[in-house]
C-alpha cells in the first residue's frame, strides 16, 4: 500500500520527528510505499492567495473557490500545490502528523490544507462530499501530540473531549473529501515523559501504523441519512 505522512513540526529531533521516523521504518519494512511531506523541511507557503495558480479566472477580484475551479479545468495550479495533490491521489493512506496547538492544526499544516484541498471537483465539489467524496475508499488518520494529561481532555475535562477538539479536521476536512476516518492516534505530554515511556509510545506507534488499513475508523453518517435540509433525519418511533 502507499501511504503519505504529512509531518508539520518545525524541529526534526522533536517526538512528532520520531514518531514520523517510526512509520516509515515500519511500513517500509512491511513493503509499504511511503511518501513524507515534512512542511517545514520543503518550507512550504502555507498563504493561500494567488499563488496557488498559474491561471487567472478574474484579475479584478480574488475569488478563491472561482480560482480554483477555473484552474481545475485548466490545468492552472502552481507547482507546489499539485504536487501536494499528486502526492493525495497516490496515496491508499493519509497520516497528518501534528501536535495540537492552540487546539487544532499548525498553522503551516492548516495552509496546506487550504491550498491543497481544492475545490472544482479537483479535491471536492460538484456533488463529490462526504461519502461520496473523492477519496472515498482511502484511509486516513491523525497522529497527535497533546500537551496536556488525558483527563484534561475528556469529557468533563477542563479543555473538553478531544474528540469534540478533533472534530473540525477528522469530520470537516477528511470525512468531508471522502476519506475513511480511522481513530486517531494520541499521545500525552511527551515532553514530561520519561526516554522509556516515549520509546513504549514509539513500539504503540509502530503496532498501530501497520495496522492502518484495519484499524477501527470513526463512524459518521451519511448523506443519504439527512434531508433535503441538510438536517439528520430522525429514527422512527417504535
Known amino acids: 500500500m502507499r501511504v503519505l505522512i504529512i509531518h508539520a513540526h518545525p524541529e526534526p529531533k522533536s517526538f512528532n520527528g520520531a514518531m514520523t521516523r517510526a ?3 515500519a511500513l517500509a519494512a512491511a513493503g509499504h510505499a511511503v511518501e ?7 518550507r512550504f507557503n502555507p498563504v493561500s492567495d494567488r ?3 498559474v491561471t487567472t479566472y478574474d484579475e479584478d477580484y480574488f475569488r478563491q473557490q472561482a480560482e480554483e475551479a477555473y484552474a481545475a479545468a485548466h490545468d492552472g495550479f502552481a507547482a507546489d500545490v499539485q504536487g501536494e495533490m499528486d502526492k493525495l491521489f497516490r496515496c491508499d493512506a493519509l497520516v497528518l502528523q501534528f501536535p ?4 487544532g492544526l499548525p498553522a503551516i499544516l492548516k ?12 479535491v471536492y465539489g460538484g456533488g463529490k462530499w462526504y461519502d461520496r467524496g473523492i477519496f472515498a475508499g482511502k484511509r486516513a488518520m491523525c497522529s497527535v501530540t497533546i500537551g496536556g ?6 469529557e468533563h475535562g477542563l479543555n473538553g473531549a478531544i474528540s469534540s477538539i478533533l472534530f473540525p479536521i477528522n469530520h470537516g476536512i477528511l470525512y468531508f473529501t471522502g476519506f475513511t476516518v480511522v481513530e486517531p492516534f494520541l499521545v500525552h505530554a511527551p515532553a514530561r515523559m520519561s526516554a522509556e ?12 501504523v501497520l ?9 459518521y453518517p451519511g448523506l443519504n441519512d439527512y434531508d433535503e435540509q441538510f438536517v439528520l433525519r430522525l429514527p422512527p418511533r417504535s
Open 23 to 25: 512509520a516509515v521504518g
Open 36 to 42: 513524507v511531506s515534512d512542511l517545514y523541511g520543503m
Open 51 to 53: 499563488s496557488n495558480f
Open 100 to 103: 495540537l496547538w492552540w487546539f
Open 111 to 122: 495552509g496546506w490544507v487550504d491550498r491543497v484541498f481544492a475545490s472544482g471537483g479537483r
Open 149 to 154: 494529561p488525558p483527563p484534561m481532555y475528556s
Open 197 to 208: 515511556q516515549r520509546a513504549t509510545h514509539l513500539e504503540r506507534y509502530r503496532r498501530r
Open 211 to 219: 495496522e492502518l488499513f484495519s484499524s477501527p475508523a470513526i463512524v
